[in-house]
């Protein structure tokens, strides 16, 4: 029996299938469809789950997600031409936040390219843009040497987005399955490229220590770079002996407690106005960092960067660049201070300023959450949302964070007390990430409930995978701040509102008091309509307990929702970029 089936014959599909479990794929997200439903189900019966999504915009950002939670890649599979091009999204999403993911695309026959066949795309030049590496199987023999290959780009260096594309012959052709297993098992024993060589660290290392030792305002910066190489032992260390004030990027919260008490989140703009040296672990100066430069940062600032990648640092010319994995490199610069020892005192006037600052402007956002506002407004049901997180203890809820206003006073008043527990629109400020990032955390992390606080907008780009949830009958709730629309609604100015069409809806406003809630309820999933703190204090303990798919729809009456919404945004847009 054994050797009919070695001489039985497989095809590229299952070949596909074989590899990727033998690399050590664990889930798969995707759309299926000619020429790769067979691929799916061979995947999974070989090993690899594979999740079925409505659409592969929202597969692809599951994907990217799962990358960064998990520090392996998250594969996203697509039919050709269209579906290639949904999914270059989620490829281009986790290149842009440097998570590893591996999309695979069924493509046209070779034979017929060029002559428009069904679907026809030239998916590698598509892909490519976007791709750390872009590679195509032009027989099955190439499917495991590539499959080992392009997961493997996905991780290397600074991880990415890597493409791989299996044709519909390719996939059709077949083997003996001795031949397929022999394939894999070299495909599996190839030396993986070694990895480039840096210059030693201890300089550096030694340089690095000095700079912290000898700065007078140092603070310690870390990013979604440093969440990824699970850093967080490390820098919490290195915090706690020294005695350094700390500041997150948004997806860095939580590799140190947000309750630590040198946190400088509450006095961002103090810290990073005023530090004189600053060590950046994980965390590109983009955007989301000013750049590093003046006016927000002091133009006299030392960076030490530590980054994966040697283009980041040449990219940024640092005080001091150390190249290297976040975990390593912060671990090597803890066994340098311990023969210096250095603690700043808590009366050490810097960090006395930064926490003072820090407890002013708690206090001041404390006494705004404390308010029972009705017609809701954004702080009080985040309150709400916050305490029902923080009393579900360890291991903590991921929360899935999207919208304008929802998700930049969410950044504020909710709390990430455990790495890589806050998912949000990232380096690209993407929006419709939510749902796809929900179904990839319940699925990589089947111990922590799912909690995703999105705008009534965020929400809508992706809210038909409400069914995923409840085919797959993942733990996930999802709250919609519903203020009518973009923004909140209707914000036209007088000379906006002009001309033949102005009788429109406004760009920026959906279909007031819609009863998000009834989708879920359509797939026979759990909807709430909260209009008061007491509807969503209960819709909170029931869900929380539950752990089924639901939806709360936070609904504020129309008019106090826009007023609110105006109001809100205003005052906390600016403190949150700010302080
Ligand atoms: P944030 O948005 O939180 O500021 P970024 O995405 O801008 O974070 O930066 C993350 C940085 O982390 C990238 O420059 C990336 O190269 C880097 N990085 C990724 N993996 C590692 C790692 N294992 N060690 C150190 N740096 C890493």
């Not at 940024?316 to 803890?334: C, Q, S, T």
Request: with cysteine.
């Amino acid at each position: 029996a054994t050797e009919t089936a070695l001489t039985a014959k497989v095809d590229g599909s299952a070949v596909a299938g074989l590899a990727l479990a033998a690399a050590g794929a664990r889930h798969m997200f995707g759309v299926v469809g000619i020429p790769v439903t067979s691929l799916a189900s061979r995947a999974a019966a070989a090993g690899v789950r594979f999740i079925a999504f409505r659409n592969e915009q929202s597969a692809g950002y599951a994907a990217a997600a799962y990358g960064f939670l998990t520090g392996t890649p998250g594969l996203l599979l697509t039919v050709s031409g269209p579906g290639c091009v949904h999914g270059l999204a989620g490829l281009s999403h986790a290149t842009a936040n440097a998570w590893p993911l591996l999309m695979v695309s069924g493509s046209c026959a070779q034979p017929d390219v060029g002559r428009g066949d069904f679907q026809e795309l030239d998916q590698i030049a598509a892909t490519k843009p976007f791709a750390k590496l872009a590679v195509k199987a032009s027989t099955i023999a190439d499917i495991p040497r590539l499959v080992f290959q392009a997961l493997a780009a996905t991780v290397a260096g600074r991880p990415g987005g890597c493409y791989l594309d299996i044709p519909s012959d390719v996939l059709h052709q077949t083997l003996t399955q001795s031949e397929a297993d022999a394939l894999i098992a070299a495909a599996a024993a190839a030396p993986s490229p070694s990895p480039p060589k840096h210059k030693p660290l201890d300089e550096a290392i030694v340089k690095a220590a000095e700079l912290l030792h000898r700065a007078e305002r140092p603070l310690v910066v870390f990013g979604k770079g440093a969440a990824y190489a699970r850093a967080e032992e490390a820098i919490q260390k290195l915090v706690d002996t020294t005695g350094i004030p700390f500041l997150p990027t948004p997806m860095g919260k939580g590799v140190v407690p947000d309750a630590h008490p040198l946190s400088a989140t509450a006095a961002r703009s103090l810290a990073i106005g005023q530090c004189d040296v600053a060590l950046v672990v994980g965390a590109r100066l983009n955007w989301l960092l000013h750049f590093g430069e003046p006016p927000k940062w002091s133009k006299d600032v030392k960076f030490i960067l530590v980054d994966v990648d040697e283009d980041e640092i040449e990219l940024r010319k640092p005080h001091l660049g150390l190249v290297g994995d976040a975990k390593r490199v912060v671990e090597l610069i803890n066994r340098e201070i311990k023969d210096q020892p250095f603690c700043l005192a808590r009366s050490h006037p810097w960090v006395a300023a930064i926490t003072k600052k820090a407890k002013d402007n708690v206090l001041k956002m404390e006494a705004q959450l404390a308010k029972d506002v009705v017609p809701f407004n954004f702080m009080t049901p985040l309150r709400i949302i916050r305490d029902a997180i923080l009393a579900e203890g360890s291991p903590a809820p991921v929360v899935v964070s999207e919208g304008a206003n929802t998700m930049d006073v969410g950044r504020a008043v909710l709390v990430q007390n455990e790495p890589r527990t806050r998912l949000d629109a990232g380096t690209w400020g993407t929006m419709g990430v939510g749902l796809g990032y929900c179904i990839a955390a319940a699925v990589a992390e089947p111990k922590r409930l799912v909690v995703a606080v999105e705008g009534d907008s965020g929400f809508g780009f992706s809210a038909m995978e409400v069914e995923t949830l409840v085919r797959y009958q993942l733990p996930v709730v999802v709250i919609v701040f519903n203020n009518n629309g973009v923004y909140g609604g209707d914000r036209r100015s007088p000379e906006e509102l002009t001309g033949p069409h102005k009788d429109d809806p406004a760009p920026t406003s959906f279909v007031p008091a819609a009863g998000y809630h009834k989708m879920m309820e359509a797939f026979g999933g759990k909807g709430y309509l909260a209009e008061t703190p007491d509807d969503l204090k209960s819709a909170l303990s029931e869900s929380f307990r539950a752990r089924k798919p639901a939806v709360i729809n936070n609904e504020p009456p129309r008019a106090a929702a826009a007023a609110a919404g105006d109001m809100i945004k205003r005052r906390f847009f600016r403190q949150d970029h700010g302080d």
